[in-house]
């Protein structure tokens, strides 16, 4: 009954350092293992009430449960896609709503998770930045989508990509704390070359995200390397110019040795011609990197049009040209617009 209270009054227990839950425990007069004990429950096993925590005494459990609640999200909707993927429509305990998707590959499950609801960025082809920003997520907020994908599936999570709502570098602290999460033993222990983190181009992030020591993948929505294309398509980047950018990411290689990913959405007429490209295999040229070449995905009421299947080999024929590697990134989950820039905070009826 305890757990029946108010949640909102009530401190997220997912939200404590691990030296604050020691120290609440201490208080408690409980002995030190018992951290490690609520740990695996809270990370690694997803439990949603204190009355999970079988291996804990139970006075503790209600002394626990009148103190904290252990967050989570309640599923509002569910869309299955033709290709097996899965989109949801989530919900905080203050009502806040965001989406996020799994992906199915075989014995693998990629989800694609938000870092913020809604997004500031604005950019012009995305329904997500349409409806403006709610609030950013903390990191346990985030971790939560996961759990809840892979217990919907259960399947072990063998990647986690944020491309989902929201600008990571926005939100940085709380989206790394999650990424260091998602990687640790005492969370899903997913390698850290398989969490990816997706920027719009956040120069001053994308320079602290090379001091950090892990080995955690970035990609950069480019989607233009002609400086007028790319402020119409993404005024929340303006300020940071493409030639500030090709100097970060080069830095950015030099300091960490990694192969970043630019993303590409092809749009016709827009940056899929010819100027484009040569702009795009100018700033790609010699530099480490991979080009992910996306179709624009349909999004309901917009001026923009995906480019062809043929002009969108072109671009990684010409891009191979020039030494840069480049692949056609198949979208999953178009169907149930679950696709890349199709996310909006609520599904379709």
Request: aromatic share 6%.
């Amino acid at each position: 009954m305890q757990e029946a209270r108010n949640t909102n009054e009530l401190t997220n227990l997912k939200e404590l350092s691990r030296k604050q839950l020691q120290e609440t425990l201490s208080e408690l007069g409980q002995p030190a293992f018992r951290v490690k004990q609520i740990e695996e429950w809270v990370w690694e096993k997803g439990a949603t009430s204190f009355d999970d925590m079988t291996n804990l005494p139970k006075a503790l459990r209600a002394t626990l449960a009148e103190r904290f609640t252990l967050g989570g999200v309640t599923e509002v909707a569910k869309q299955v896609s033709e290709d097996g993927s899965r989109k949801y429509l989530l919900q905080y305990a203050d009502g806040t709503t965001v989406e996020c998707v799994g992906m199915p590959s075989g014995n693998k499950l990629a989800v694609c998770v938000s870092s913020q609801a809604g997004c500031a960025m604005g950019c012009a082809f995305c329904a997500t930045g349409a409806a403006g920003l709610t609030r950013s997520l903390t990191a346990s907020e985030i971790y939560d989508q996961v759990l809840h994908v892979r217990d919907d599936f259960d399947m072990r999570v063998t990647s986690v990509v944020f491309m989902g709502q929201g600008e990571p570098f926005m939100n940085y602290d709380e989206t790394l704390a999650c990424m260091r999460k998602l990687n640790s033993p005492d969370g899903m222990g997913i390698g850290a070359r398989h969490i990816t983190v997706s920027t719009c181009g956040v120069i001053p992030a994308i320079k602290r995200f090379a001091n950090e020591p892990e080995q955690f993948t970035l990609a950069v929505s480019l989607h233009s390397a002609n400086q007028r294309t790319r402020n119409m398509l993404m005024p929340g980047v303006k300020k940071y110019s493409l030639i500030h950018l090709y100097e970060v990411m080069g830095e950015y290689v030099d300091k960490t040795g990694r192969r970043p990913t630019y993303e590409y959405a092809l749009i016709r007429g827009i940056n899929d011609t010819e100027d484009e490209l040569g702009a795009l295999c100018d700033f790609c040229r010699d530099n480490l990197a991979h080009v992910n070449i996306i179709q624009l995905n349909d999004v309901k009421g917009s001026r923009f049009q995906p480019s062809s299947e043929a002009r969108a080999g072109e671009f990684v024929r010409r891009l191979a040209n020039v030494g840069v590697d480049a692949t056609v990134r198949q979208s999953r989950g178009q169907d149930i617009d679950a696709a890349c820039g199709q996310l909006k905070q609520r599904l379709a009826k």
